[in-house]
């Protein structure tokens, strides 16, 4: 059986050709993302899988039906690169993948201990050779609130980590899944001393944290975001981390990182102004969506990209 692997890194192409013989698959790879110029490499293959940093076009998604396409496994977990919609009208099945939850969730703990401990600014200052202590003294979890958004995997992994902090816990999820402290999503906003996102990102939760929301948090919180960046209205975010209204934000994704992360930009402009307004301030941490970016989160991802086109051709 094969199948062709689109937006495939150097590192996951290791893996591909690794277990693919062992599942008896035959990948077809190629390092560019799915388009109509490149459809020609599917050659018969039903199956496809791809990757999350390139928006899949709904003339694509033609293409590739009238190609014999059938079925996208994303290697990832959030499907907001690809209108499912479209696909199911041009006869396209799309699945995620599971990984390890464990690499979102160890990551989105370092980033709200560096917030809380201002890392960023302790940093910056020891690399010049200034080692006074910030005139902001760090806080410590256990006196804090965490309001968790979003319980799923990652979310709940999360908030198994949390509890070894003795710090206290609130959720807020449609279909409460865990045995945490469930309230409304305004109830958490205001009471909690840091805020963390784990919802899919579709049409119901875009700007989930709306001007209005943000307006509404807790004075001095810290928001931290390792799920999509448009999660978040930013430029209310930036006028309220501007103003001092919030103490700080952590964020591994950006509404408009398209193009931006995962590219060497050292020598080109960086053209969003809110991603170098937020850069500039001290107690924003920003990082190019690596989250997930674990070996074992890695191979998780190809095997079961792997497994699920396996299943869908009923093998």
Known sequence: ??????????????????????????????????????????????????????????????????????????????????????????GISVENVAYSPDSVADYTLMLMLMAVRNAKHMIRRVEVHDYRLNEVRGKELRDLTVGVVGTGRIGAAVMDRLRGFGCRILACDN????????????????????????T???ADTHHLLSRRRI????HGAFLVNTGRGSLIDTE???SALESGRLGGAALDVLEGEEGIFYADR??????????????SLPNVLISPHTAYYTDHALSDAVENSIINCLRFEGR
């Open 215 to 218: 307006e509404r948090m807790k």
């Open 1 to 90: 059986m094969g199948i062709t692997i689109y937006g495939c890194g150097q590192d996951e192409a290791v893996l591909f050709r690794e277990m693919g013989p062992r599942f008896g698959v035959i990948p077809t790879i190629t390092e560019a993302a799915v388009s109509e110029a490149n459809v020609e490499l599917v050659s018969g293959n039903r199956c496809i899988s791809v990757g999350h940093k390139t928006q899949v076009t709904t003339s694509t998604l033609l293409a590739l039906s009238r190609a014999g396409v059938a079925y996208i496994s994303t290697r990832s977990i959030g499907y907001n690169h690809i209108d499912l919609r479209y696909a199911e009208s041009v």
């Open 236 to 238: 209310a975010l930036i």
């Open 175 to 198: 279909r409460p899944k865990t045995s945490a402290d469930y309230v409304q999503l305004d109830e958490l906003l205001r009471r909690s001393d840091i805020v963390t996102l784990h």
């Open 200 to 202: 899919p990102l579709n």
């Open 266 to 279: 050292r020598n080109k402009p960086v053209e969003s102004e809110a991603l170098l307004r937020l850069q």
